[in-house]
């Protein structure tokens, strides 16, 4: 589940910072704390949907479409222009989701830099975020490519049909 992250403005803050004042609901303070828990748990959420992306990918995903390919080659036998063809999809694809992999690595790791919990839930938003839809897109263009026996998770097609 990709989440949504959005800032509030000025304007509307100072409004509801007055308007919960005004009548004793919530301090400034305690206004403030809600917030930085909110960030704090965007941040959380998609740091271990990042985690468990990467996991995935590296551990189970890549693996299997590496032996795909590499089954592929050895039956191919006599050459011919569509598994040639499949062949070179499914490389093209794995060069992609690697690269991918790589980069949302790296993002995810430098997300604790970011400072504060506002400064982090925005770095997830406009940094992590995209690049787990970036890995996301070859894989799932992997899955239709890669024979069913192969791939190490049920498929969306398994999911919405099959259950």
């Given at each position: 589940m990709i989440w949504h992250f959005k800032t509030p403005k000025k304007?509307?803050?100072?409004?509801?910072v007055e308007l919960f004042g005004k009548y004793k609901v919530f301090s400034k303070a305690e206004l403030e704390s809600r917030v930085e828990i909110k960030y704090e748990n965007y941040a959380k959420a998609i740091n271990i949907e990042a985690k468990t992306m990467i996991d995935m990918a590296s551990k189970q995903i890549l693996p299997a479409v590496i032996g795909y390919t590499i089954l592929a080659v050895k039956g191919a036998g006599a050459p011919t222009t569509v598994?040639?063809?499949?062949?070179?999809?499914v490389s093209k694809l794995l060069e992609e989701a690697k690269a991918a992999l790589v980069t949302l690595e790296e993002v995810t790791d430098k997300a604790a830099e970011a400072?504060?919990?506002?400064?982090e839930a925005r770095y997830f938003h406009e940094s992590v975020v995209p690049a787990m839809a970036a890995l996301r897109t070859p894989v799932d263009k992997l899955e239709v490519l890669v024979d069913k026996k192969v791939w190490p998770m049920p498929s969306y097609s398994d999911l919405l049909f099959e259950v």
């Open positions: 304007e509307a803050w100072d409004k509801a598994q040639t063809d499949l062949l070179n999809d400072g504060d919990m506002a400064a």
